[in-house]
């Protein structure tokens, strides 16, 4: 979603969190892979591997990108970044913080 909408959301996430430390699930990088390999989407998948290159990856034996972020979020007591609705009420429910883009305009912390 960073890529879609042109937002210097480094600086917004900072001004949202203070310091952070940005890392990406072994498993969201191999959906992501997965989806670069595919006609549909695959310019954003692909736009988004390079994105993440800069961020620590961290191992999980998660199949499903989703699953990962849950089980990271949980041990790690993190914020996750999505807009993916199902995910966020998942994450909200177990107590989670979430961030999110609100009308392609503004990252908006749920905590």
Known sequence: MFFEFSRDWENELKSLVG???LVVPTAVVKELQMLAS???GQKKAAAALKLIEKYE???DDS??????????AQKTKGIVVTN???LRHRLKKQGNSVIFLRGK???MLDE
């Open 57 to 59: 990856t961290v191992e």
């Open 38 to 40: 595919r006609a549909a």
């Open 63 to 72: 199949s499903y990108a989703d699953e990962a972020l849950v089980k990271i």
């Open 19 to 21: 310091a952070y430390h």
């Open 84 to 86: 993916d609705t199902a």
């Open 105 to 107: 305009k503004k990252l």
